[in-house]
């Protein structure tokens, strides 16, 4: 348990992915079950909010992303439930879903491939 000195002392081994969003790291943070908090400034923020792999916060709003922080660094069930989030994010970006994706928009844009 923290002491009162040290009050955010028991959030050592907390892992936390912050920053722009950027798709490529956001992903490999969620395959190893690490959420991201970032802003709403990058198209990965959809994800993060759909699959509740971590939490988006407005852009230039340092405060907010403080709070969600904080927030998370003192709250183990939240990253518990963000960590299941990045399980449910990850199958998302596999070679095998994209390919599936963009063959049914191919299909679609020309039925006569279908």
């Known amino acids: 348990m923290a002491s009162t000195s040290r009050p955010h002392a028991g959030i050592a081994g907390a892992a936390l992915a912050i920053g722009a969003l950027e798709e490529s790291v956001t992903v490999e943070a969620a395959a190893v079950g690490t959420p991201t908090i970032g802003s709403d400034g990058a198209g990965i923020s959809h994800w ?63 039925p006569s491939l279908g």
């Not at 340092?62 to 199958?91: N, T, Y």
């Open 48 to 110: 993060i909010s759909h699959h509740g792999a971590g939490q988006v916060t407005r852009r230039s709003n340092a405060g907010e992303l403080a709070d969600a922080i904080i927030h998370a660094l003192a709250s183990p069930q939240i990253r518990e439930s963000w960590a299941r989030g990045c399980r449910d994010l990850v199958p998302e970006f596999s070679i095998d879903h994209i390919a599936r994706k963009l063959v049914e928009s191919l299909v679609l844009a020309s």
